[in-house]
């Protein structure tokens, strides 16, 4: 993916004394900061979602993918979404459009029950 961030003359000026500082590009530090300070998926909710996982598989009977943590799963779909293309990912958008607009018209039908 490819951003472009719009700075002021004093922001780039920082951004540009900050990473000779470090001895890196200013995209290359600009990079490492969003890395660092993106909010992620902590280690207990990682251990949470694996352990509900774990009771819906046991629960259903069921073993959907036996001993693949969540967090290689997530590390997996990203790689995935990162090698695709413009027309994949907006063909996978209109997916998901479809799909919750075929929802929505039905969910009279729909009975969902609430897990965990």
């Known amino acids: 993916m490819s951003l472009t961030i719009d ?8 951004l540009s004394e900050a990473a000779k500082h470090v001895g890196l590009a200013p995209a290359e530090l600009a990079k490492k900061l969003l890395q660092e300070h993106l909010p992620g998926i902590t280690t207990n909710e990682i251990d949470d979602l ?3 996982l774990h009771a819906w598989q046991q629960q259903d009977g069921t073993q959907l993918m036996p001993d693949v943590p969540t967090q290689l799963l997530f590390a997996q779909w990203a790689a995935e979404d990162a090698q695709m293309t413009d027309a994949e990912r907006q063909a996978e958008d209109h997916l998901w459009e479809d ?5 929505a018209e ?5 009975q ?3 897990l965990g």
């Open 99 to 103: 799909l919750e607009k075929g929802l």
């Open 50 to 52: 694996d352990a509900k």
């Open 106 to 110: 039905n969910s009279h039908v729909l």
């Open 112 to 114: 969902l029950r609430r």
């Open 7 to 14: 700075l002021t003359p004093n922001e780039e000026a920082q």
